[in-house]
Structure formats: C-alpha cells, structure tokens
C-alpha cells in the first residue's frame, strides 16, 4: 500500500493535467499508459495528475463526437496548475496544449522537469499552492 501525504485543503498539491494521445494506435492502451504515468505521478506526492482519458467509460455507456470531448477537457483543463504533455501525436492533446499555452499555464514535455517545477523551493518557479 502506498503511503500518501494527506494536506489540507489551504495547501493543495498542484493539479496536473496529463495531455497524450487518445485515439491512436488505440483508446484502451493509451488509456492504460496514461494510468500508469499518472500513478507514477501521484506516488511522487508532488503533484496530482488528471487523467482526461477516464472518459473511455463514459463514451463506451452514452458516445459523443470528438468535439464533445475536446470541450469537456478543455474545461478541465482550465482548472489545472499545469500541463505534462506526452509524446506522441495527437489532435487533442495539441489543441489542449495550445490552451494551456495561451492561459499562461505551464507546459511541460518531460516527466522530470513537471516534478523539479512541482517541487520547487524558488517561489519565483514554485507552482501555486505549493507546500515546498
């Protein structure tokens, strides 16, 4: 069992949004790959990781087009600290990126760098709410 560091509600660890490709080569593997960064991620206890991809449930019991889902993300997005973009192309996880991009939130392309940003002692770099 994990031991996870419980904060409080004052100082919340940064909200990270995980945007990587979806549709190709295939929905249920990508899906796995982002769970498993995203477990990665949590365990790390510098960040917590939101998995857009959790709508594969969702579109399996009531399906939508794709611009349903770019919508709904995009406001997921908006609540974020952060964005890790993994590699890989994808139409969604490009337009996600350019959002972030154009709100001012920080994207990275790289685990490692999300987590030195995550953990931070410079308030200058420090992400919000951050408890370093």
């Not at 337009?95 to 972030?100: G, L, P, V």
């Not at 990275?108 to 995550?118: G, I, M, P, Y």
Request: proline fraction near 11%; charge should be negative.
């Amino acid at each position: 069992m994990t031991d996870v560091t419980k904060h409080t509600p004052e100082q919340p660890l940064p909200l990270v949004y995980i945007a990587a490709p979806y549709l190709a080569p295939d929905p249920v593997w990508n899906t796995h790959d982002v769970i498993k960064l995203a477990s990665r991620l949590y365990e790390t206890k510098l960040v917590v990781p939101l998995v857009p991809h959790l709508t594969l449930l969702w579109h399996a019991i009531e399906p939508h087009p794709a611009e349903y889902w770019y919508d709904y993300d995009l406001h997921l997005l908006r609540r974020c600290d952060a964005v890790l973009r993994v590699t890989g192309p994808s139409k969604g996880a490009d337009i996600e990126t350019d959002e972030a991009a154009s709100l001012g939130i920080p994207v990275f392309r790289d685990e490692a760098a999300l987590l030195a940003w995550a953990g931070g002692s410079d308030p200058q770099t420090r992400p919000p709410n951050s408890l370093a």
